[in-house]
């Protein structure tokens, strides 16, 4: 079997695991090998038509929320037990820390944020390293193959509406392995959109000057129903929530137009956008990095133009 980790997000299965779910399906008809799931907690929702045979369900109150041993322990039971030919899970921060317990306890290489799977003998994977900057070709090892697939590389879909056979499987964790776990949760956004759904992310960086500053970029945010962002100064400074920022050490986002204001383009904060459809950059500074990597720029003080904007778009609106 081809063994795949459901990662939930809001109730919901993820959009990354949906993307790896199509890699495994394409993996499952190359190899003729069934496709089989893993979920965990009471609240976890099994993956409907997505063309899995079999679900191993971990249902433990102690398992409910997320814990990365405890949950790794589960998922390496299988491999450990069953001996699937590949496991994989989406290359989010949970899927990659997830899978990386998992080599850790089976002993087994991993290799994550993979593009291509080659299930060949020898068993080939081109990945992204350095946040993208480069590309590696690796031969895969290990008696299990486990991996994960990078983020808006595999498009969704679905395949075959039979239900799959659920195995539940009460498994309660060990102490020593809920020393990390997720505990709270705080909401922080308060409209529908947030830096992962909305089709425009306006984000805004150390040219903004202030959290007041960002008053402009959420006004004009506001009338396009965009979500509003953060470079790694803008989060620094405390102007934005840390959940905000955009980039290597932030969020990995993927809007049809992502609309960077006061950012200099620097290589930590790009990894972050280059799945934008669009970028267009604001920027006073003719020079700035990121104008070479946008498809539309503005040079100017964006504390003139987005008002600006903003305004001609209500003036719009209210003129139906
Ligand atoms: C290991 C590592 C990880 C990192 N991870 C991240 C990350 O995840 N995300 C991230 O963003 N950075 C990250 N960084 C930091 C990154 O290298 C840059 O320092 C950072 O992105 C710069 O932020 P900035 O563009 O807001 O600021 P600056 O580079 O200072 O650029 C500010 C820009 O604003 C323009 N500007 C100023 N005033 C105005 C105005 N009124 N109107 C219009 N434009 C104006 C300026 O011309 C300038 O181009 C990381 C760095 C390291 C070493």
Redesign the pocket.
Same mark, same amino acid.
């Given at each position: 079997m081809i063994l795949a980790f459901i990662e939930h997000e809001d109730g919901a299965v993820s959009a990354g695991t949906l993307q790896m779910l199509a890699c495994a399906r394409l993996l499952s008809a190359e190899t003729g090998v069934p496709l089989h799931a893993a979920v965990i907690g009471a609240h976890a929702k099994l993956p409907a038509g997505q063309g899995i045979s079999h679900v191993y369900r971990f249902d433990h109150p102690s398992l409910n929320e997320y814990a990365p041993a405890a949950w790794a322990r589960c998922v390496s039971g299988i491999v450990q037990q069953r001996m699937p030919a590949i496991l994989m899970a989406a290359a989010t921060e949970r899927g990659n820390e997830l899978m990386a317990w998992c080599g850790a306890m089976t002993g087994m290489p991993l290799a994550v944020n993979c593009l291509r799977v080659s299930p060949g003998q020898p068993f080939q994977v081109l990945r992204q390293r350095y946040g993208g900057s480069l590309l590696e070709e690796a031969n895969l090892s290990g008696a299990t193959k486990l991996l994960t697939t990078a983020l808006h590389v595999f498009e969704a879909g679905e395949a075959g509406a039979a239900d799959p056979s659920v195995e539940t499987i009460p498994a309660p964790a060990a102490e020593k392995d809920l020393r990390a776990r997720v505990v709270a949760r705080e909401q922080t956004h308060s409209s529908g959109v947030n830096l992962h759904t909305a089709r425009v992310v306006v984000g805004g *960086?150390?040219?903004v000057?202030s959290a007041e500053g960002f008053r402009v970029l959420e006004e004009f945010a506001g009338e396009i129903n965009g979500a509003v962002g953060g470079?790694?100064?803008?989060t620094n400074n405390g102007w934005r929530p840390h959940a905000v920022?955009?980039?290597?050490?932030?969020n990995r986002i993927a809007p049809d137009l992502y609309i960077a204001?006061?950012?200099?383009?620097?290589i930590?904060?790009q990894v972050?956008c280059k799945g934008a459809k669009r970028i267009l950059v604001?920027?006073?500074?003719r020079e700035?990095p990121f104008f070479r990597r946008a498809d539309f720029g503005v040079v *100017?003080?964006?504390?003139e133009i987005l008002p600006a904007v903003t305004a001609e778009i209500r003036k719009r609106k209210s003129s139906g």
């Open positions: *960086g150390r040219g000057g470079s790694r100064v803008a920022q955009v980039g290597l050490t932030g204001c006061g950012i200099s383009g620097a930590q904060h972050g604001i920027n006073k500074d700035a *100017g003080d964006l504390h």
